[in-house]
T-cell receptor, first 115, second 113 residues
Framework: NAGVMQNPRHLVRRRGQEARLRCSPMKGHSHVYWYRQLPEEGLKFMVYLQKENIIDESGMPKERFSAEFPKEGPSILRIQQVVRGDSAAYFC?????????????FGPGTRLTVT | GENVEQHPSTLSVQEGDSAVIKCTYSDSASNYFPWYKQELGKRPQLIIDIRSNVGEKKDQRIAVTLNKTAKHFSLHITETQPEDSAVYFCAASITGGSYIPTFGRGTSLIVHP
């Protein structure tokens, strides 16, 4: 059973460009969470999704950020018009159907650098 | 909403010593408390968890204790080894609904050989 997959692992964007981060949950998992981690800081919740539904996006900035988890394919976190302050590691985590809020399994993260 | 406080932020021990990391939470409805280990540049990995119906859980050199009355839980690592050096995060959540886990800010554990 493959773990949570994220790609790309590293992404460099110039200010004003768009960044697209992808997350494929573990097989059988239908809950996806996105977190942002700044250097030497904790995990900041951004958005919680189930297939075709955004359950909670309270941690996601209203401007420039969006997320989706379509019926088919990976979950995508999209950042438009990136700024230097968006540079961070973005982790997604998945949890099994039936245990929302329970154990989460993290992907390897995407390290976004905005130049 | 839930608030999780984690202490200390940095912990330095000698190899073979024990290490204890403590977390407090605010929402008495929280019933699931995982601990994650994150090595430098790597993903957080679940190392142990505890649910509110038990007071202690052990797995080899690591153990977690939970005091529901006081709303705090702790991670205990015995006989520390250099490979235990990492950042450890606690979290609190409520299972079974649309609840978001709340993480502590992390503890950087350094084990000196």
């Amino acid at each position: 059973n493959a773990g949570v997959m994220q790609n790309p692992r590293h992404l460099v964007r110039r200010r004003g460009q768009e960044a697209r981060l992808r997350c494929s949950p573990m097989k059988g998992h239908s809950h996806v969470y996105w977190y942002r981690q700044l250097p030497e800081e904790g995990l900041k919740f951004m958005v919680y999704l189930q297939k075709e539904n955004i359950i909670d996006e309270s941690g996601m900035p209203k401007e420039r950020f969006s997320a989706e988890f379509p019926k088919e394919g990976p979950s995508i976190l999209r950042i438009q018009q990136v700024v230097r302050g968006d540079s961070a590691a973005y982790f997604c985590a998945s949890s099994p159907a039936g245990t929302p809020g329970g154990e989460q399994y993290f992907g390897p993260g995407t390290r976004l650098t905005v130049t | 909403g839930e608030n999780v406080e984690q202490h200390p932020s940095t912990l330095s021990v000698q190899e073979g010593d024990s290490a204890v990391i403590k977390c407090t939470y605010s929402d008495s409805a929280s019933n699931y408390f995982p601990w994650y280990k994150q090595e430098l540049g790597k993903r957080p990995q679940l190392i142990i968890d505890i649910r509110s119906n038990v007071g202690e859980k052990k797995d080899q050199r690591i153990a977690v204790t939970l005091n529901k009355t006081a709303k705090h839980f702790s991670l205990h690592i015995t006989e520390t080894q250099p490979e235990d050096s990492a950042v450890y995060f606690c979290a609190a959540s409520i299972t079974g609904g649309s609840y978001i886990p709340t993480f502590g800010r992390g503890t950087s554990l350094i084990v000196h050989p």
